[in-house]
């Protein structure tokens, strides 16, 4: 089975789409019609530097609104996201 091709709105290029939504909700269905593979993959590294750099858990309900919230500003909206500020490694300000 071959992915969709599509223009991704981060990258702009014509990739091919993701073969099903990364979560099971409203967020995840935006990112599946928006966000190529590729970009994906990218945000998946990008997403493990902050979870490993600021202690993350994925099952903590902050932390997934934190990373939430940088799904939205790096990968659906314009912004670059959180920077990874090495004076504060193990700590996040929510």
């Known amino acids: 089975m071959t992915a969709e091709i599509f223009q991704c709105r981060r990258c702009e290029d014509d990739k091919s789409m993701l073969e099903k939504a990364p979560f099971r909700n409203e967020l995840g269905a935006r990112i599946l019609a928006q966000i190529c593979s590729a970009c994906w993959k990218d945000w998946l590294q990008h997403q493990t530097l902050l979870i490993n750099h600021y202690g993350l ?3 903590d309900k902050k932390a997934r609104a ?29």
Do not use: M
């Open 57 to 59: 858990d994925p099952r």
């Open 66 to 94: 934190f990373l939430y919230e940088q799904i939205e500003q790096v990968l659906l909206g314009d912004g670059d996201g959180k920077d990874i500020d090495t004076s504060k490694q193990g700590t996040i300000e929510w």
